[in-house]
């Protein structure tokens, strides 16, 4: 079965990201989307000191009210998983499912910073001070286990707003209405911040979780194995 799937970037990418995925998963037959977020990738020319968390979920309930989307999938990766959990409680009515790729899955009044652990947080005030308190550039990354053909697609990586990081999330608990909810942990060099949010979706029975033998950039890491997670999922 078909179905209408909204993918979201993490912090620092760009939509350029999920091509490879997005495009199997049209093969199957399945309507996606793909929106940039305000200040990355394709539209880092408009960063500025403005751009907060609500303004990514924004972008994104945007996308879905004005193509008239309705049982959709959401899913994030990493810092994508703010987002979507943002406007699965704006939109609930529109969303069928969530799926977090080694993502954030914050409760009501959490940022990602107070979400992240000490070390990332003294790093991120430290670089966001060296650019006007308004963006974190992005960190240095190994991408050796991305394919050749698929490095390009690292190229487009901008620094993150630093509002979206500080602002805390405002969660009504509407979104906990979605039943369907999918957590995809990476198992290789797994970051500490996102290894105790498997723990804790693993252990309650309302999540579908699972690990994968991959780094944090699964999705262009492993593309189709990724395609074929989220196609069974909302299958």
């Known amino acids: 079965m078909t179905r209408t799937i909204v993918?979201?970037?993490?912090?620092?990418?760009?939509?350029?990201?999920?091509?490879?995925?997005?495009?199997g998963l049209r093969r199957l037959g399945h309507t996606v989307f793909v929106p940039s977020l305000t200040g990355l990738g394709e539209r880092r020319h408009l960063l500025g000191g403005h751009i907060n968390l609500d303004t990514h979920i924004a972008d994104v309930c945007g996308l879905i009210q004005a193509e008239g989307l309705a049982d959709v999938d959401l899913v994030g990766h990493s810092s994508g998983g703010m987002v979507i959990t943002g406007v699965a409680d704006r939109l609930v009515g529109r969303i069928r499912s969530l799926v977090y790729l080694d993502a954030f899955v914050p409760e009501?009044?959490?940022?990602?910073?107070?979400l992240s652990g000490p070390e990332i947080v003294l790093s991120s005030v430290a670089t966001a001070?060296?650019?006007?308190?308004?963006?974190?550039?992005?960190?240095?990354?190994?991408y050796s286990r991305i394919p050749d053909h698929l490095q390009h697609y690292t190229?487009?990586?901008?620094?993150?707003?630093?509002?979206t990081m500080v602002q805390k999330i405002s969660l009504s608990g509407a979104y906990l209405a979605?039943?369907?909810?999918?957590?995809?942990?990476a198992g290789i060099e797994q970051s500490a911040v996102f290894a105790s949010t498997y723990k804790r979706v693993k252990a309650d029975p309302a999540w579908r979780s699972m690990q994968v033998e991959s780094g944090h950039m699964m999705?262009?890491?492993?593309?189709?194995?990724?395609?074929?997670?989220i196609d069974d999922?909302?299958?």
């Open 7 to 23: 993918l979201v970037q993490g912090s620092w990418g760009s939509s350029a990201a999920w091509t490879p995925v997005a495009d």
């Open 178 to 185: 979605i039943a369907r909810k999918l957590y995809v942990a």
């Open 108 to 114: 009501d009044g959490q940022s990602i910073l107070d």
């Open 219 to 229: 999705q262009l890491e492993m593309p189709d194995e990724i395609c074929r997670i």
């Open 233 to 235: 999922f909302v299958g």
């Open 129 to 142: 001070g060296e650019n006007g308190g308004i963006a974190v550039p992005p960190p240095v990354r190994s």
């Open 155 to 163: 190229t487009m990586r901008s620094a993150q707003p630093f509002a």
